[in-house]
């Protein structure tokens, strides 16, 4: 699909963000809509900012990530208004209009100052603003950043448009790209900083503007679940390599995990049986599906695995009642993916907020809705060897008993495993973005 068929698909993403806007405005008792882009703070007594990142509302109207202090204005029946900021600054590049074919659907209008950018809302009756701290300086307490307007916006959000899809779909074809560049660095030996780097280089990307920090890990690393290091040196004995690294695509996200093995043994097994189990789970995407019931039958079916492979001694469905799987799968199946990667929402009881309560003893799932069509979702099995909670295992008698602890020194070297793909739901078959981005890229390079 080209650039202008996107464009294309633009025009109806708007429209569904406007009637979505118009309902959760006349619920919550507005009639406009403020949104700021956010700008990036200071580094404490420095005068270099941390790296920018858009208010999520506002990428969610307009395509501009990249562009701080800009702000979008919408009244229910009139076309949105994009003040795209333009300072007079001979230190920096001010960005230029954007003159791509999505703007045909938006007013643009260049904003040297944003202090006085205030007239342009002033006659729109009761206006809700949404930014962050510092964004609205005058705006009244109860109109900044409503709690009920963002619940309902958060809310819907979950549900994407063909737009917000097929962006998504390209956010897995340059991570697909740079996972396939990060796997040819470990097998060359290269360090995990060069991992990562390469893997940067694979999808043309910043690091700055990857939706998360790469996670590049070899060996013991992998059980680290959000390991934050980058090795410069390359360990004695490359066992394992775990990368969970995303991208972005016009602001949309993509969140991916793959897992190797250096060479051929029980680890490399692990992997195989992880993989057949990742892809049953991703088969559980099915719109009127409770997600709470694929984190669960995740348990089980990687209950089977820890079996299977000798780790634990007991199958799935026992291994979960008695506990045994949280030793090895500590955290949620999967989370609500799109213009963030944890996007909000996941917890959700309806479009007023509210919580949809996590199964007990389950408390890092970040997704408990049920499934509907066009919700894009991760499925993120994972299987690690974590000192701190092998230890408490090994001190609980009921749990000690049901582990082999000659298979968990055997293993404990590679650290873990997570197999991670992005998952439309849908009425029928779940389209899976990952696989098919690896795919793609498969036949791509075998055509050449
Ligand atoms: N990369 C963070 C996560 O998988 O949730
Ligand atoms: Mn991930
Ligand atoms: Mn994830």
Redesign the pocket.
């Known amino acids: 699909m080209s650039a202008d068929s996107l464009d294309s698909l633009y025009t109806g993403h708007l429209q569904t963000v406007m009637s979505r806007t118009d309902r959760s405005l006349a619920a919550t008792g507005f009639e406009a809509l403020v949104i700021q882009a956010g700008g990036p703070p200071t580094l404490f007594l420095d005068d270099q900012d941390y790296p920018y990142k858009v208010n999520p509302h506002f990428k969610a109207w307009v395509p501009i990530v990249d562009n701080p202090l800009s702000l979008l204005i919408y009244q229910p029946g009139s076309r949105p208004r994009v003040l795209f900021h333009q300072p007079d600054d001979y230190w920096h590049k001010p960005a230029s209009l954007p003159r791509a074919a999505w703007t045909r659907e938006i007013e643009l209008t260049a904003l040297p100052d944003p202090s006085k950018a205030a007239p342009y809302w002033a006659r729109l009756g009761k206006v809700a603003f949404i930014g962050p701290p510092g964004s609205f300086d005058d705006a009244e307490s109860e109109s900044l950043n409503p709690p009920e307007l963002l619940a309902r916006l958060h809310y819907d959000r979950a549900v994407k448009t063909p737009y917000e899809l097929e962006c998504m779909r390209r956010a897995s074809a340059l991570g697909a790209r740079g996972h396939r560049a990060a796997l040819d660095a470990f097998r060359r030996g290269a360090s995990e900083y060069e991992a990562h780097m390469r893997y940067l280089e694979g999808c043309v990307q910043r690091e700055e503007e990857m939706p998360?920090n790469n996670?590049v890990a070899y060996n013991e690393n992998a059980a680290v679940l959000h390991y934050q290091h980058l090795e410069r040196r390359v360990p004695s004995e490359l066992r394992s390599f775990l990368i969970?690294?995303?991208a972005q695509y016009r602001g949309y996200a993509s969140?991916?995990?793959r897992t190797h093995a250096a060479s051929p043994g029980r680890f490399a097994e692990l992997i195989e049986l992880m993989d057949g189990a990742q892809l049953r789970l991703c088969g559980e995407i099915v719109a009127g599906k409770d997600y709470r019931e694929v984190h669960l039958s995740a348990h089980r079916i990687l209950g089977d695995v820890m079996h299977d492979i000798g780790l634990t001694t007991v199958p799935g469905d026992e291994a979960l009642e008695r506990g045994v799987t949280s030793v090895f799968f500590p955290h949620g199946i999967g989370h609500l993916l799109g213009l963030q990667?944890h996007d909000v929402g996941g917890v959700m009881g309806d479009v007023k907020g509210g919580e949809r309560q996590r199964p007990e003893g389950h408390p890092y799932l970040r997704l408990t809705r049920m499934l509907e069509p066009g919700v894009v979702v991760?499925v993120?099995p994972g299987l690690y060897l974590i000192d701190s909670l092998l230890k408490k295992a090994r001190g609980d008698e009921a749990k000690r008993t049901l582990i082999d602890w000659n298979v968990v020194e055997e293993l404990r070297p590679f650290g873990g495993i997570?197999i991670?793909d992005n998952v439309v739901a849908t009425a029928s078959t779940p389209e899976n973005m990952t696989r098919a981005a690896f795919a793609s890229l498969e036949r791509s390079s075998k055509a050449a």
Do not use: K, L, P, Q
């Open positions: 998360y996670i969970d690294a995303g969140d991916i995990t990667v991760t993120e997570r991670e």
